[in-house]
C-alpha cells in the first residue's frame, strides 16, 4: 500500500495481477494520459528477485523512454532494443550497485555467508543478491534459492 501511494503521488498507478496462462509476461508499462503512467506486474515466476528487477525496468521506461510506447517484458525474449537494454541496466544497477558488485564477484566468493554479508552491505534482500548472481552466470540457477524468497497470488476472498 505504501508503495501504490507514493508512486500515485509521482503519477504513477500500479498494479499487480496474477499471471495468465501461457502469457510469459513479467511487467508492462505505458502512459494513460500526458501525466499519468501505468506499471502493471505479475508474479509469473514468483521470486521476490524477478518482481523488483521487473518493477525498476518498467520504472525505468516510465521515467526515460517515449510517452507514446508501450512497455512489455515479455520472458526469456532476446533483447536487441536498445532501451530494453537501457531499463534492464537501469533495473540492475538501482538493486545492486554496479561498483559494489563488481568488487564483490571478483572475490569469487559466493558462499550463504558471503551473499548474506553482502546483501546487508548494500541494504537489499539476499534474494535480490542470489537472482543476480544467477542471472550473470556466477552461480547455477539451482543455487542459493533459500536465499530467495517466493510470492504467492492471494485471491481477494481469501483471508
Not at 550497485?97 to 568488487?103: G, M, R, T
Not at 548472481?133 to 510470492?151: E, K, V, Y
Amino acid at each position: 500500500p505504501k508503495l501504490v501511494e507514493k508512486l500515485a503521488d509521482a503519477g504513477i498507478a500500479f498494479t499487480v495481477t496474477p499471471n495468465l496462462r501461457n502469457a510469459p509476461v513479467n511487467g508492462a508499462s505505458r502512459w494513460l494520459s500526458s501525466s499519468k503512467a501505468l506499471i502493471q506486474l505479475s508474479i509469473r515466476y514468483r521470486y521476490n528477485d524477478i518482481f523488483w528487477f521487473s518493477f525498476f525496468h518498467e520504472l525505468a521506461h516510465v521515467f526515460y523512454h517515449s510517452k507514446k510506447e508501450i512497455n512489455i517484458d515479455i520472458s526469456n525474449l532476446a533483447r536487441e532494443d536498445e532501451d530494453e537494454r537501457l531499463a534492464d541496466e537501469f533495473a540492475a544497477n538501482t538493486l545492486v550497485p554496479e561498483k559494489e558488485y563488481a568488487e564483490f564477484v571478483s572475490r569469487q566468493s559466493f558462499d550463504f555467508l558471503a551473499v548474506r554479508a553482502f546483501a546487508k552491505t548494500i541494504g537489499v534482500h539476499t534474494g535480490i543478491v542470489v537472482g543476480r548472481l544467477q542471472h550473470d552466470n556466477h552461480i547455477a540457477p539451482i543455487s542459493l534459492n533459500g536465499l530467495r524468497d517466493r510470492f504467492c497470488w492471494k485471491n481477494s476472498r481469501q483471508k
